[in-house]
């Protein structure tokens, strides 16, 4: 059965309950892009009446091991004759009183989870539900092994490293303590203390086949739609891409790995303080299929332009002269692709975190401008 004519026997009033908003208004009032994209008043609450359709949540994708033997129920510790389910992606998703023909994907970078795209670490609406405000039906999900996807067949040893610094300057809120002057990152230590507590281990190994695969299978569940990655997830995107035709648009956020190339035209790999960043190589064939639909990457602020001993900044360097050189190979075959790094159009302070900063309504009209410009909205 497919996800997207699933209907869960809510009324529009049970679902407004269920995600917390009163009844009133539908995403079918937000008419022009960014009009509910911000709470009424600051802080948590004080937002926009929302209704919806449908709500529901699903696992897709995955793997069942078995171990070799007979099941006993008189002695159901001993694992022979079982199975384990796991390596499946874990899927919530909302459907608007009036939805627009195509779907959004919400795939989360690393260390993350679909919780970021819910809400910003200062408790303003994220894109889930400014997009959702935008009468597009969105698939929230959490990839496997993270996350409520956690069940693994692949067991690892859970990162209990302090490294809370480190990834603070790798995702440009600024250089600790301090945040970028002029930067979106929301102020203030209670802001930092939630993004810091929405950060996850992997509960099994990163697979790059696994996750593709699970996304893959959530396009073949919901038939065409938009898929929208951030950071680690770019990678894993373009390879789910290749893999699935259903995909008919990506919107890349600040994609950190896997740029691939087609066989004998990789670019030489781009050292860093950080360390190298080197490309992938496809198979011409497979490559095509990224020339087949519209993509759109975007970078925020404070990347350098030239080599830096601060790590967390030339990490990103290397990596938008990757995508430029990736999106450069995609219109050379014939694509449609584009990047935009936002301070070159004007947008300035942007982080990592572009869904969730400061201006995230601007960037969302980014977005929403993109995809109606290309048909898709």
């Keep these: 059965m497919k996800r997207r004519n699933v209907i869960l026997g809510l009324t529009s009033a049970a ?3 269920a995600v917390g908003f ?3 208004a539908d995403a079918s009032d937000a008419g022009s892009y960014g009009q509910f994209g911000m709470p009424a008043e600051g802080g948590r609450g004080g937002f926009a009446p929302l209704t919806i359709r449908e709500q529901g949540g699903f696992a897709v994708g995955g793997t069942v091991t078995t171990t070799p033997g007979t099941f006993d129920p008189r002695n159901p510790t001993n694992p022979a004759g079982q199975t384990l389910h796991g390596d499946h992606a874990r899927v919530f998703y909302q459907v608007p009183v009036r939805p627009r023909k195509l779907p959004l994907v919400l795939w989360h970078g690393y260390k993350q989870s679909g919780v970021g795209w819910g809400t910003t670490p200062d408790g303003r609406e994220g894109f889930q539900t400014i997009f959702l405000r935008r009468r597009f039906t969105v698939y929230t999900l959490d990839q496997p092994r993270r996350g409520s996807a956690g069940q693994t067949t692949v067991g690892t040893t859970t990162d209990t490293a302090t490294s809370d610094q480190w990834f603070y300057n790798q995702f440009r809120f600024g250089l600790w303590p301090d945040l970028y002057p002029g930067g979106q990152f929301p102020k203030g230590e209670e802001a930092r203390e939630q993004f810091f507590r929405s950060m996850l281990p992997d509960t099994g190994p990163i697979d790059g086949d696994v996750l593709a695969d699970s996304v893959s299978a959530l396009f073949d569940e919901i038939n065409q739609g938009i898929l929208v990655t951030h950071s680690h997830a770019g990678g894993f995107g373009w390879d789910a891409t290749m893999k699935n035709p259903n995909i008919k648009a990506v919107v890349a956020l600040e994609p950190g790995s896997g740029f691939v190339f087609p066989d004998g035209e990789v670019p030489e790999p781009m050292p860093s303080s950080a360390g190298t960043l080197a490309g992938e190589a496809v198979p011409l064939k497979e490559f095509r299929r990224l020339t087949k639909i519209p993509i759109v990457v975007y970078y925020g602020d404070n990347i350098p332009t030239e080599p830096t001993d601060i ?17 450069d190979a995609i219109n050379r075959h014939g694509g449609d692709a584009s990047l935009v790094h936002l301070p070159e159009i004007g947008i300035k302070g942007n982080t990592h975190f572009l869904f969730s900063d400061l201006n995230n309504v601007q960037i969302a009209d980014r977005i929403s401008d993109f995809l109606a410009t290309k048909g898709l909205a």
């Excluded at 790590?311 to 999106?327: E, I, K, Y």
Aim: proline share 0%; hydrophobic share 50%; net charge positive.
């Design 22 to 24: 009163a009844s009133g």
């Design 311 to 327: 790590a967390g900044r030339d990490n990103w360097r290397v990596r938008l002269a990757m995508a430029r050189l990736f999106v």
């Design 15 to 17: 679902a407004t309950s």
